[in-house]
T-cell receptor, first 112, second 111 residues
Framework: DAEITQSPRHKITETGRQVTLACHQTWNHNNMFWYRQDLGHGLRLIHYSYGVQDTNKGEVSDGYSVSRSNTEDLPLTLESAASSQTSVYFC???????????FGEGSRLTVL | TQLLEQSPQFLSIQEGENLTVYCNSSSVFSSLQWYRQEPGEGPVLLVTVVTGGEVKKLKRLTFQFGDARKDSSLHITAAQPGDTGLYLCAGGSSNTGKLIFGQGTTLQVKP
């Protein structure tokens, strides 16, 4: 069965360190998204991609970057982690025909 | 900036009660989706509505899209403990292809 996986599921890091969260999907979807989830804010869009070599900023993109070198992967990088980036991060891919988002299980990041 | 306001943010009820969750915006959306999320997992799609005034039913859950496509509601009849979770509405834009999420409604159904 097709799936979307995130790694690591949990990570603790220190302020100023670079962190990369991996996202891999086997749905063969062109559209992929990164969200962060914080209490009281729902899901906020960080970056998204509509295909290989395409990346776009979402509403909370400062301090984050993504790259799309193939269809399956959209890694999210925090260039210099800050305590405000402590959150749960969700990657998703979207089926174009139905518009349904398929989410990974999330990556919980703690920045000390 | 498109915003979706969900209410209430928290709801704790007894098994068997009915409830309604609202999702409101000043913006028009091309589609409106409802997701349910359980602790430690990603959200899972419940339903998509695309036509103003559309009503969809999923067992005890009834979803409605407002006539002007700016708001939506989720009504649960005779809630059960298994309905406990976080419910998220998400508005879709045909121009950008992005989905904007509401803050979510945490539902607890006590046996």
């Amino acid at each position: 069965d097709a799936e979307i996986t995130q790694s690591p599921r949990h990570k603790i890091t220190e302020t100023g360190r670079q962190v990369t969260l991996a996202c891999h999907q086997t749905w063969n979807h062109n559209n992929m998204f990164w969200y962060r989830q914080d209490l009281g804010h729902g899901l906020r869009l960080i970056h998204y991609s509509y295909g290989v070599q395409d990346t776009n900023k979402g509403e909370v993109s400062d301090g984050y970057s993504v790259s799309r070198s193939n269809t399956e992967d959209l890694p999210l990088t925090l260039e210099s982690a800050a305590s405000s980036q402590t959150s749960v991060y969700f990657c998703a891919s979207r089926a174009v025909d139905t518009g349904e988002l398929f989410f990974g299980e999330g990556s919980r990041l703690t920045v000390l | 900036t498109q915003l979706l306001e969900q209410s209430p943010q928290f709801l704790s009820i007894q098994e068997g009660e009915n409830l309604t969750v609202y999702c409101n915006s000043s913006s028009v959306f091309s589609s409106l989706q409802w997701y349910r999320q359980e602790p430690g997992e990603g959200p899972v799609l419940l339903v998509t509505v695309v036509t103003g005034g559309e009503v969809k039913k999923l067992k005890r859950l009834t979803f409605q899209f407002g006539d002007a496509r700016k708001d939506s509601s989720l009504h649960i009849t005779a809630a059960q403990p298994g309905d406990t979770g976080l419910y998220l509405c998400a508005g879709g834009s045909s121009n950008t292809g992005k989905l904007i999420f509401g803050q979510g409604t945490t539902l607890q159904v006590k046996p």
